[in-house]
């Protein structure tokens, strides 16, 4: 047929170029049909997720050939599984029917990196993990470090001062130690993965247990409130000067009947139907003086005692008594008080502002400016007597560990208060300041170090030159059995201040050259 058509319109060129485009075109695809079925079947017969992502195996990855055939049907892989007494256990999951955060879940609890990867590289990863109990240690109380694994010989290195926090966990798991140190991954025996509706409810009404009880206000309300509670706990200057006349009047009127009934120990004593009313409901007393019964009313009375004579009053009894401490102000004054009359330290700073700091350092000095940032029994306590307030020495349970806190800040402040007190405050600026800018007090403060620790340098090397060969012998301590040589220099200046007699005008302190000394 084909034949004849091309013999019918032989004549035709355009229908002779068509026939016999047409018959290449069909040679050419019968041609090459077999390189075109070929990599299609092979396509079709490798393996090809829910996602359109191709699964192969590369690097040799681990197969299922060693599972057991019940395995190997359920689909199943072995994982490990942290026990309450901290060892491994092996537990079978299948990861084939588990979604993408189920999947994310598993690697995080066994710390495998699972950031930005999709199923199919999720379960290559839980695949290669299950097959290598190798890395399942990593699991193991105490294994930290992956590289090094589990810890052994933990009691031999194990420091012989524990922090607080190690004693205190201790102490609350000593039932179960291997749930003190359990990742925070772990699951617990029983626990799902996933959302957990119950705990979510019971942390929801946990909250708002918690905001019902500790309301929030806002700063300007909290302002009011704090405002209203000092106006009812402030007592009036007056309301305290009536009730400081009537106790002196009670005290004038017991020691006379005192020296009376000791002065007449024949005369009958008569009972007395007075009952004792607290000091704290003197407040809602009528505080005027009116004394029962006069002196001639007394059989007998001896003449007044003069205050000095009254015997002292006490807030509580002895036995009950806290330890005090007395201190002596610049104008005289003595101020008792106890531990708990102290505030916490002052959260204060002083690095743009030297002058404040000035006039808060001494009340002895022309700067004072009755104010501080601490207060004891309404009193404005300066900077300069911190020490003796917060140190816990001799009383050990004095403010324990207070005074270490704010120990380094007080020392740079008095460096700062001596350097601003040798010249003017003019003088002081024209020695720190940069092209017209004041430097800080950190800046400060490394330049007076520096000053400091050459003065010390040069001091130490007249010292070694006066003392010779001795100085070895007069400058050592000795420790643990062993006699040393001091090497810092300001230990050595110090020990040389305190031969010679020499009051230092800025003590050498831990703050000065770091933390320790040769002692």
Not at 5 to 26: D, E, G, M, Q, R
Not at 121 to 140: A, C, H, I, V, Y
Not at 169 to 181: G, S
């Amino acid at each position: 047929m084909g034949y004849s058509f091309l013999v019918t319109n032989a004549h035709n060129p355009a229908v002779l170029i068509s026939a016999c485009l047409f018959y290449i075109f069909l040679t050419t695809v019968l041609a090459l049909a077999p390189f075109y079925w070929i990599p299609y079947f092979l396509i079709k017969s490798m393996d090809v997720n829910e996602r359109g992502d191709v699964l192969m195996d590369i690097d040799g990855e681990p197969t299922m050939e060693n599972a057991t055939p019940a395995q190997q049907d359920s689909g199943k892989l072995p994982f490990p599984k942290l026990g309450s007494d901290g060892s491994v256990k092996m537990e079978y999951l299948d990861i084939h029917s588990l979604r993408w955060p189920e999947l994310v879940d598993l690697c995080r609890q066994f710390q495998i990196t699972h950031s930005s990867m999709n199923m199919a590289t999720l379960r290559s990863r839980l695949k290669d993990f299950s097959s290598r109990e190798d890395l399942w240690n990593r699991l193991k109380v105490g294994a930290r470090r992956a590289h090094l694994g589990p810890r052994s010989n933990k009691d031999e290195n194990k420091a012989a001062v524990q922090k607080r926090s190690t004693k205190r966990c201790e102490v609350m798991f000593k039932d179960n130690p291997a749930i003190a140190r359990k990742p925070l991954t772990a699951l617990a025996a029983g626990q799902q993965l996933g959302w957990n509706e119950a705990q979510h409810k019971a942390d929801m009404d946990w909250a708002i247990r918690i905001s019902t009880k500790y309301l929030y206000y806002p700063e300007e309300t909290r302002l009011q409130l704090a405002a209203h509670d000092a106006e009812h706990l402030s007592t009036p200057a007056a309301q305290n000067s009536l009730m400081k006349q009537s106790i002196e009047s009670t005290n004038l009127q017991l020691a006379r009947l005192i020296e009376h009934i000791t002065a007449s120990p024949s005369q009958p004593v008569i009972t007395s139907t007075a009952h004792h009313v607290p000091l704290s409901m003197l407040s809602d007393v009528s505080m005027t003086s009116k004394p029962s019964a006069t002196t001639s009313d007394l059989p007998g009375t001896a003449p007044a005692p003069s205050p000095a004579m009254l015997p002292p009053i006490f807030a509580q009894d002895e036995g009950l008594a806290q330890p005090t401490r007395t201190l002596t102000l610049g104008n005289g004054r003595k101020l008792v008080f106890t531990a708990d009359d102290i505030p916490s330290p002052p959260a204060v700073s002083f690095a743009h502002d030297i002058p404040t700091l000035n006039k808060m350092w001494d009340d002895t000095s022309e700067h004072w400016d009755n104010n501080s940032q601490l207060w004891i029994k309404g009193i404005p306590i300066p900077i300069i007597y911190w020490k003796d307030i917060y140190t816990s020495k001799p009383n050990v349970n004095w403010k324990p560990r207070q005074w270490k806190g704010i120990k380094g800040k007080c020392f740079n402040w008095k460096v700062l208060v001596h350097r601003y007190h040798e010249g003017t405050p003019d003088q002081f600026w024209a020695s720190f300041s940069e092209d017209g800018h004041r430097l800080g007090c950190k800046a400060i403060l490394s330049w007076l170090s520096d000053e400091r620790k050459m003065k010390n340098k040069a001091l130490v090397e007249q010292i070694k030159a006066e003392y010779g060969d001795c100085f070895t012998e007069v400058f050592c301590y000795k420790k643990n059995g062993k006699i040393y040589v001091k090497s810092r220099d300001c230990d050595i200046v110090k020990q040389y201040y305190k031969e010679k007699g020499i009051v230092q005008d800025e003590e050498e302190d831990e703050a000065d050259e770091g933390s320790g000394g040769d002692e």
